[in-house]
């Protein structure tokens, strides 16, 4: 299963921007951004994306990307436990 990593546009001013191009030019993913994604308290304050429908937050761009590889590890050791 492709991870669908959704960003927001108003998010893109804590340098999420890169970081998204980055990400659209893998194959494995699904990059999506929408103009908002309803997590206003969380988009204020922090670079954030949601990963499978989970938000996933860091303190900078850079952090992010650690988070979203993460999550995305986590999400693939669950299927590989599942059979899936």
Do not use: W
């Amino acid at each position: 299963m492709r991870p669908i990593i959704e960003f927001c546009t108003n998010n893109l001013h804590h340098g999420t921007a890169s970081l998204m191009k980055k990400l659209e030019q893998n194959p494995d993913y699904d990059v999506i951004e929408y103009g908002c994604l309803g997590n206003c308290g969380e988009c204020y304050t922090l670079p954030f994306a949601l990963v499978n429908g989970e938000i996933v937050a860091g303190s900078t761009a850079e952090e992010l990307e650690e988070a979203i590889t993460a999550k995305i590890k986590e999400i693939e050791a669950m299927l590989d436990l599942l059979g899936e």
